[in-house]
């Protein structure tokens, strides 16, 4: 009986998935892709490849830009900033809590790399759209 209930307390890891986001490919201010969809359990992991960036939620609308330390909201993230310059390509891994849409963009810069459009996005919806974020991430 314990094995089944193991078992069972297992599969949602064993069925989990990872999305893979390159961070500055190509030395460009940007996030690829832009948007994960993702269900609890899966694990979205960032690789920094150019320059210095951070990972970090923020607002959806508002006060897009910069993220602010520590990220935004319940279940926010922040991996701080993280460096390619010594070629070392580091990672940050969220593990996706909710279904809930998140946000999140670079605050490097004071949050330049954020208004030039360095964002992405987590389960976003029909009423909070990727399109919309990154318009109110340029217009902050």
Known sequence: MFSK??????IPSILAA?????????????????????????????????RNHSITSTNFSGAVCPPPVGGVGPNGFDSGFLSDLDGSQPT???TVVDTAPHFGA????AGAHCRAGMTFA???????????????????
Do not use: R, W
């Open 5 to 10: 209930v193991l078992l069972l307390a297992l």
């Open 18 to 50: 990872n999305h893979a986001v390159q961070v500055g490919a190509g030395n460009a201010l940007a996030f690829s892709p832009t948007t994960i969809v993702a269900a609890v359990g899966d694990t979205i992991t960032f690789t920094v490849v150019s």
């Open 92 to 94: 940050f891994t969220y």
């Open 106 to 109: 670079c605050m490097q810069a």
């Open 122 to 140: 987590i389960n976003p919806t029909t009423t909070e759209t990727y399109a919309q974020f990154l318009a109110n991430a340029k217009a902050s």
